[in-house]
T-cell receptor, first 115, second 119 residues
Framework: AQKVTQAQTEISVVEKEDVTLDCVYE???????LFWYKQPPSGELVFLIR??????QNEISGRYSWNFQKSTSSFNFTITASQVVDSAVYFC????????????FGIGTKLQVIP | EAEVAQSPRYKITEKSQAVAFWCDPI?????LYWYRQILGQGPELLVQ????????DSQLPKDRFSAERLKGVDSTLKIQPAELGDSAMYLC?????????????????FGPGTRLTVL
């Protein structure tokens, strides 16, 4: 069975600081997808990024960057120069390829950016 | 821009009452998911439909929860009777047909959710 662990339940940073959200996953499958979602107070899950298990290239999108390391089964998310609008709960998720592609979510990390 | 619609957005009910939530997926999406998200936790899949058929309801408390998607389009999730522990956010998501094999995945799009409070 697959599992996603987000060890940080809550993080507070001061605006403009960099912050890294950790995600560690477990699966015996060799083909899978990893995701990050943002859930603002309004409740809707907003897709941020998808990464498949064959692509270990790190990715940068504006102030967001992701570090995928299969050797440590980690898919960490960094926000550079954090802003108050980044305050939300962030979820890491895992989907196995094939079948009906059930999504396994971590418990989420609540990020508070203080002005 | 196509979106997943859910109603109501908020529902307050008393214990032992019946409640129902509605979801309208993105047009053309054959797969529909209902998730429950308890405060402080990640979403947990309750039921997954492929067209009108249930393909996964292993986490659905079938003694009180039911879900249907009669015409393979919109869906209703019902709880009867509601219990205090059912207070949560209920999220609906939809996607195109999942495709098997490596290198393929169809992203799930989430609706705004229904926040249920059971008193």
């Amino acid at each position: 069975a697959q599992k996603v662990t987000q060890a940080q339940t809550e993080i507070s940073v001061v605006e403009k600081e960099d912050v890294t959200l950790d995600c560690v996953y477990e699966t015996r499958d060799t083909t899978y997808y990893l995701f990050w979602y943002k859930q603002p107070p309004s409740g809707e899950l907003v897709f941020l990024i998808r990464r498949n298990s064959f692509d270990e290239q790190n990715e940068i999108s504006g102030r967001y960057s992701w570090n995928f390391q299969k050797s440590t089964s980690s898919f960490n998310f960094t926000i550079t120069a954090s802003q108050v609008v980044d305050s939300a709960v962030y979820f890491c998720a895992l989907v196995l390829s094939g079948g009906y592609q059930k999504v396994t979510f971590g418990i989420g990390t609540k990020l508070q950016v203080i002005p | 821009e196509a979106e997943v619609a859910q109603s109501p957005r908020y529902k307050i009910t008393e214990k032992s009452q019946a409640v129902a939530f509605w979801c309208d997926p993105i047009s053309g999406h054959a797969t529909l998911y209902w998730y429950r998200q308890i405060l402080g936790q990640g979403p947990e899949l309750l039921v997954q439909f492929q067209d009108e058929s249930v393909v996964d309801d292993s986490q659905l408390p079938k003694d009180r929860f039911s879900a249907e998607r009669l015409k393979g389009v919109d869906s209703t999730l019902k709880i009867q009777p509601a219990e205090l522990g059912d207070s949560a956010m209920y999220l609906c998501a939809s996607s195109l047909y999942p495709t098997s094999g490596s290198g393929s995945y169809n992203e799930q799009f989430f609706g705004p959710g229904t926040r249920l409070t059971v008193l």
